[in-house]
């Protein structure tokens, strides 16, 4: 069993940072696409980044384009979520998910691609 546990949301002022972290237990993520997801009050969860299987690539929403970074360190089975420049509209609870299947990338922005999540973590950005 996939146990995703995400950890580092808080709140935080508008332009400030955080680091969300994701590590998995009962799996090695190196051969799954990982990904983050947002979901506001009264919004349905969105994409927000993933990283490649491969490692090489990753993927971003347009709205954190330029702002968030995803990376991974699979020695520690760990994903982060870097999220600079915030802004009152990145609050939310965000989750982090591994893909269903090892080796793809296929429909890395749907959550229907993503077999496990974490309990989520709140960030709040403060105008």
């Known amino acids: 069993q996939v146990q995703l546990v995400e950890s580092g949301g808080g709140l935080v002022q508008a332009g400030g940072s955080l680091r969300l972290s994701c590590t998995a237990s009962?799996?090695?993520?190196?051969?799954?696409?990982m990904g983050w997801f947002r979901q506001a009050p009264g919004k349905e969860r969105e994409f927000v980044a993933a990283s490649s299987w491969s490692r090489s690539l990753t993927y971003y929403a347009d709205s954190v384009k330029g702002r968030f970074t995803i990376s991974r360190d699979n020695a520690k089975n760990t994903v982060y979520l870097q999220m600079n420049s915030l802004k009152p509209e990145d609050t939310a609870v965000y989750y982090c998910?591994?893909?269903?299947?090892?080796?793809?990338?296929?429909?890395?922005?749907?959550?229907?691609?993503?077999?496990?999540w974490g309990q989520g973590t709140q960030v709040t950005v403060s105008s």
């Open positions: 998910a591994a893909a269903a299947h090892a080796y793809t990338d296929s429909g890395y922005s749907s959550s229907n691609s993503y077999g496990y």
């Open positions: 009962g799996r090695t993520v190196s051969s799954y696409l």
